[in-house]
C-alpha cells in the first residue's frame, strides 16, 4: 500500500499494528484513493456520509453558511486526519459542512462496510475509532459554542479565554488576523477595531501576537452577548 506510512500515523490506526500488520489486515477490506485538485468540493453539506475519508496528503476545509449568507469556516483538515468521523453512522448520517480541497489533495476512503470489518478484525482499531467519535463530538460542541456567540467582542473574548485556560494572563495569538476573522466570520478591519478598541478601553493590553488579559471579568460578561 502506497501511503501506509502515512496511515500508520492517523489517530485512527497508531499504535493498532505494525506496518505489516496493518498491510496485511487492510488487504481484507476494500478501500479507494482519491485525488481532489484544489479548490474541488469533496462533500457538500448535507451529502449522506458513506464511508470513512482519511485525508493522506495535502489539506481540506470545513466551511458553513450562516443564516445572512456568509461562509464561515470551520476548520482546516490537514494529514492524517479523518473527515467527518462522528455522521458515518446513526440515523442522520450527513455532512454538517461543505469540505473543500485547499490544495492537490489525497485522500483514502474506507466504505462503511470496510469499517465494520476493521473493527470486528482488530480491537485497536475499535477503540481508536470510538476515541476520534468522542473527540469530535467535544470538539463541535466547543464549535456550535463558540458560533452562538453573536457579537464580535463575544468571539473574541471565547477565544482569548481559552487561549488562556490557565489564567497565566498572557497569551500569544497563533493565528494571523486574517485567520482569526475568517475563523469570526467578519472582516479584517472591523476585527482590527475591536481588538484596537479592547486595548484602548483597558480590558486587554496588545502587542503584536501577544496579548494580556487585563479585565478577565469583563471579557467573561462578554460571553453569550
Not at 475509532?129 to 470538539?139: G, L
Not at 478598541?197 to 480590558?203: A, D, P, R
Amino acid at each position: 500500500m502506497i501511503y501506509i506510512s502515512a496511515l500508520m500515523q492517523s489517530p485512527l490506526f497508531w499504535g493498532t499494528a505494525s506496518e505489516e500488520e496493518l498491510k496485511t489486515l487492510l488487504s481484507t477490506v476494500h478501500y479507494q484513493v482519491k485525488k481532489y485538485d484544489e479548490g474541488e468540493v469533496i462533500a457538500f453539506s448535507g451529502d449522506e456520509c458513506k464511508s470513512l475519508q482519511i485525508v493522506i496528503e495535502g489539506s481540506v476545509r470545513g466551511e458553513m453558511m450562516d443564516l445572512n449568507g456568509k461562509v464561515l469556516k470551520i476548520e482546516d483538515i490537514v494529514p492524517p486526519r479523518p473527515l467527518a468521523i462522528a455522521f458515518l453512522f446513526g440515523n442522520n448520517n450527513r455532512y454538517p459542512v461543505t469540505v473543500t480541497a485547499n490544495e492537490p489533495t489525497v485522500i483514502l476512503l474506507f466504505p462503511k462496510q470496510s469499517v465494520i470489518d476493521l473493527m470486528q478484525k482488530n480491537a485497536g482499531f475499535l477503540t481508536s475509532f470510538m476515541n476520534a467519535v468522542s473527540n469530535r463530538a467535544q470538539f463541535i460542541s466547543g464549535k456550535l459554542k463558540f458560533l452562538s456567540f453573536q457579537s464580535l467582542r463575544g468571539k473574541i473574548a471565547h477565544y482569548l479565554l481559552e487561549l488562556d485556560r490557565h489564567e497565566k494572563g498572557v497569551v500569544t495569538l497563533t493565528k494571523t488576523q486574517e485567520e482569526l476573522a475568517e475563523l469570526f466570520g467578519v472582516a479584517r478591519p472591523s476585527l482590527s477595531r475591536a481588538l484596537r478598541e479592547l486595548h484602548n478601553e483597558g480590558i486587554i493590553k496588545a502587542e503584536g501576537k501577544n496579548i494580556k488579559i487585563i479585565k478577565r471579568v469583563v471579557l467573561k460578561e462578554y460571553l453569550g452577548k
